[in-house]
């Protein structure tokens, strides 16, 4: 009964912004089309700020998921008494291929996708309980659930077709030519369906900058804030990594155009946003940017000679 109650509230404020919305640009009681009437103006400027804070967040996000799944992976290995040492751009198992058994290759290839897909439900669960904030960090805390979502379901996919990370689990389990065609549908579809249940989620973000957003601005707000981030950050990812990385890596993150990819579908149909009245800063945040070079820059350096568990 309290969540109808608060479900209804949200719904009586949204009108009043609307109202408010429309009365303020004059086109309230006007037979004029309200598009026309009272159009909001959003500099360039605004769109390649929203570009380059979400650049740098989504760095950071990849930089805490990627190091989580790979420690989880490590340690999981040292459980099978498997000695490794975790680089930046992969971990080392010290151990010659003819000792894996298939129990150690189940348990260390698929720990760090398990524990990523745990993690982005415990993700999506604080986020849901703080979507009306206004906070940068916000924008963090979705970015997080994005890649944790594609270490899962990215790397089911991924894995599967080239038979690396996850890929050997299913090797190890015999499983046939129509079995893993079936798992390939099924971390494409899984992935597809996540973008569409997010697509909300990812639109609100735009409370971070705006205090509406109009459906004639929705198009540039997804390409600033997640279409070119997530080009530009795996570009830099990529550059980062070099000399060392693989195919497999780069499919796994590219991956993850198939939750962005719905968002832009799903919010074709979906009704301006009237947010609140605070006051916005739309600027660059160099917090972020600074921790993210710093963060890359540490990264680089410690896990370029490697660390062994």
């Given amino acids: 009964m309290q969540k109808q109650r608060h479900f209804s509230g949200n719904r009586l404020y949204t009108a009043y912004r609307k109202i408010r919305f429309l009365a303020k640009k004059g086109s309230l009681f ?3 089309k309200p598009a026309k009437a009272g159009k909001i103006e959003i500099s360039k400027r605004t769109f390649h700020i929203i570009t380059i804070n979400s650049c740098f967040l989504f760095l950071i996000a990849y930089l805490i998921i990627y190091l989580l799944n790979l420690f989880i992976t490590g340690y999981t290995a040292i ?5 490794v040492i975790v680089y930046f751009y992969d971990v080392d198992y010290l151990i010659r291929g003819i000792d894996w058994t298939p129990d150690s290759v189940s348990g260390v290839f698929s720990s760090g996708p398990i524990a990523m897909f745990v993690l982005s439900i415990f993700l999506l669960i604080l986020y849901k309980a703080v979507e009306t904030e206004t906070g940068m960090l916000r924008l963090l805390l979705l970015w997080m659930i994005f890649h944790s979502l594609t270490r899962f379901f990215g ?19 015999f499983v046939m030519d129509t079995g893993k065609v079936i798992m390939t549908i099924i971390g ?3 992935m597809f369906t996540m973008g569409l249940y997010m697509t909300r989620m990812a639109l609100y973000s735009a409370n971070i900058y705006f205090n509406d957003l109009l459906r004639s601005y929705l198009f540039k707000f997804i390409n600033s804030q997640f279409f ?20 497999f890596d780069v499919a796994m993150n590219a991956s993850m155009i198939l939750m962005l990819i719905p968002v832009l579908v799903r919010s074709i149909n979906i009704e301006d946003f009237y947010f609140d009245d605070f006051p916005k800063e739309i600027k660059v945040k160099w917090i972020i940017l600074i921790t993210a070079f710093l ?3 540490v990264f680089r350096l410690v896990l370029g000679f490697g660390l062994r568990l």
């Fill in 155 to 173: 790397e089911v996919l991924v894995g599967t077709i080239l038979n690396k990370g996850f890929g050997f689990v299913i090797l190890y389990m």
């Fill in 188 to 190: 494409f579809v899984a």
């Fill in 30 to 32: 006007s037979l004029s």
């Fill in 295 to 297: 963060l890359f820059f």
């Fill in 228 to 247: 070119l981030p997530f080009f530009i950050g795996n570009i830099l990812i990529f550059i980062i990594k070099i000399p060392e990385f693989s195919l």
């Fill in 79 to 83: 459980i099978f008494n498997i000695p």
